[in-house]
Antibody, heavy 123, light 109 residues
Framework: QLQLQESGPGLVKPSETLSLTCTVS??????????WGWIRQPPGKGLEWIGSIYYSGSTYYNPSLKSRVTISVDTSKNQFSLKLSSVTAADTAVYYCARKGGGVINRNWFDPWGQGTLVTVSS | QSVLTQPPSVSAAPGQKVTISCSGSSSNIGNNYVSWYQQLPGTAPKLLIYDNNKRPSGIPDRFSGSKSGTSATLGITGLQTGDEADYYCGTWDSSLSVLFGGGTKLTVL
């Protein structure tokens, strides 16, 4: 079955760029039916959508993070990636990648999710 | 403070039924589909309901979803101790963003 796995540094210094990769296995990231997304969860808090990408490279981002976020896709590796610049302690969170269903931009559900990776922003 | 409002906690006894509400506006729930997620302690969220009331394969029919106007509701019948988790609603908003509710902690007494 489809599985997603996040990878990347667990510790990032303030003002630097957070970089994570999500590897998709058991299916193709180039499926025309799905987008792929990043969601984060600060410790003890709720979920926050970061952004989503189509295999063609089309993206849409959370307006509150848009100026700092870049999501890209590498279909040859079946991976998509997240870059978040100028991080602060407020960006400390578990970062999840997930497949977005629903097709159109305003119809969103996420399934399955990766196990998540904790990224701590600290000097 | 989330735009989608959920009760912080709900509780019920094993075997009973519980409902979790998610309140929004015409900018989000009122004109878009709602999904629901279950997050067991220490694990990633899991999709329970999509398109307001559809269950993915493998989700038991004890879980149900509904939507009326600018509010959505998740229902769970035949409560089990294994249902203790945080539950989140999600939808699209006209601000061009996916939104999640603040989450509801379910305790099975």
């Amino acid at each position: 079955q489809l599985q997603l796995q996040e990878s990347g540094p667990g510790l990032v210094k303030p003002s630097e760029t957070l970089s994570l990769t999500c590897t998709v296995s058991g299916g193709s990231i180039s499926s025309s039916s799905y987008y792929w997304g990043w969601i984060r969860q600060p410790p003890g808090k709720g979920l926050e959508w970061i952004g989503s990408i189509y295999y063609s490279g089309s993206t849409y981002y959370n307006p509150s993070l848009k100026s700092r976020v870049t999501i890209s896709v590498d279909t040859s590796k079946n991976q998509f990636s997240l870059k978040l610049s100028s991080v602060t302690a407020a960006d400390t969170a578990v970062y999840y990648c997930a497949r977005k269903g629903g097709g159109v931009i305003n119809r969103n559900w996420f399934d399955p999710w990766g196990q998540g990776t904790l990224v701590t922003v600290s000097s | 403070q989330s735009v989608l409002t959920q009760p912080p906690s709900v509780s019920a006894a094993p075997g009973q039924k519980v409902t979790i509400s998610c309140s929004g506006s015409s900018s989000n729930i009122g004109n878009n589909y709602v999904s629901w997620y279950q997050q067991l302690p220490g694990t990633a969220p899991k999709l329970l309901i999509y398109d307001n009331n559809k269950r993915p394969s493998g989700i038991p029919d004890r879980f149900s979803g509904s939507k009326s106007g600018t509010s959505a509701t998740l229902g769970i019948t035949g409560l089990q101790t294994g249902d203790e988790a945080d539950y989140y609603c999600g939808t699209w908003d006209s601000s061009l963003s996916v939104l999640f509710g603040g989450g509801t902690k379910l305790t099975v007494l």
